[in-house]
Nanobody, 130 residues
């Protein structure tokens, strides 16, 4: 059973930074798969924030986070990160990491709502407020 576990969420003031981590259970090698960070606010659709390709390290970002967020991975630690800088109140959401089994481009992956993706973490809350 594949398990993805997010961590690193919390409460910060506008302009602050957080780094989210997504770790995988043994046997699921993150750098061999497309991995995405999605977020959801109650009452709104889930949206793709950033995705990284398992085949060629291509990364994509939602327009709302470009220049502020960076996705990366550490193969030795089997972990994918989302560095979030210059946080804004509108970044407040539950952040999830996810990976689909079906092959697709990271552009397609991040532009989807992702509900059909196979593996999801439990989510980590990010709150940006003064």
């Amino acid at each position: 059973q594949v398990e993805l576990v997010e961590s690193g969420g919390g409460s910060v003031q506008p302009g602050g930074s957080l780094r989210l981590s997504c770790a995988a259970s043994d046997g699921f090698i993150l750098h061999r798969h497309n991995i995405g960070w999605f977020r959801q606010v109650p009452g709104k659709e889930r949206e793709g924030v950033s995705c990284i390709s398992g085949s060629d390290d291509t990364t994509v970002y939602a327009d709302s986070v470009k220049g502020r967020f960076t996705i990366s991975r550490d193969s030795d630690k089997n972990t994918v990160y989302l560095q979030m800088n210059s946080l804004k109140p509108e970044d407040t959401a539950v952040y999830y990491c996810t990976s689909p089994i079906v092959a697709m481009t990271v552009q397609t992956m991040c532009n989807s709502r992702g509900y059909e993706y196979d593996y999801w973490g439990q989510g980590t809350q990010v709150t940006v407020s003064s």
